[in-house]
């Protein structure tokens, strides 16, 4: 069964680091572009990052690039999300998205609670 398991989310301060992970199972992953999204409260979901097979092509929503860095580990099947310079406006629910663009399969993960406060 294809499954998506997000971690790494919690409550830190303004200004501090988190690194969330995805860690993919059920599916061949080298196959899958894989991305964030976040959907804050009373907002609709917004994609944040994506990073593709082959090559490794990254690409940011402007309001996280130069702080936010998207990477991928195919023998570990997981992609991460590292989160620099966190600001309030950051806190959502992040979501873990496989896309195959040959098949258009997709599956999601459950989510993961991230919340930026003093």
């Known amino acids: 069964q294809e499954q998506l398991v997000e971690s790494g989310g919690g409550l830190v301060q303004p200004g501090t680091s988190l690194r969330l992970s995805c860690a993919a199972s059920?599916?061949?992953?080298?196959?899958?572009?894989m991305r964030w999204y976040r959907q804050a409260p009373g907002e609709a979901r917004e994609w944040v990052a994506g990073i593709h097979t082959v090559p490794r092509v990254t690409k940011y929503a402007d309001s996280v690039k130069d702080r936010f860095t998207i990477s991928r580990d195919n023998a570990k099947n997981t992609v991460y999300l590292t989160m620099n310079n966190l600001k309030p406006e950051d806190t959502a629910v992040y979501y873990c998205n496989a896309y195959n663009p040959w098949t258009s399969n997709e599956y999601w993960g459950q989510g993961t609670q991230v919340t930026v406060s003093s």
């Open positions: 059920g599916f061949t992953f080298s196959n899958y572009a």
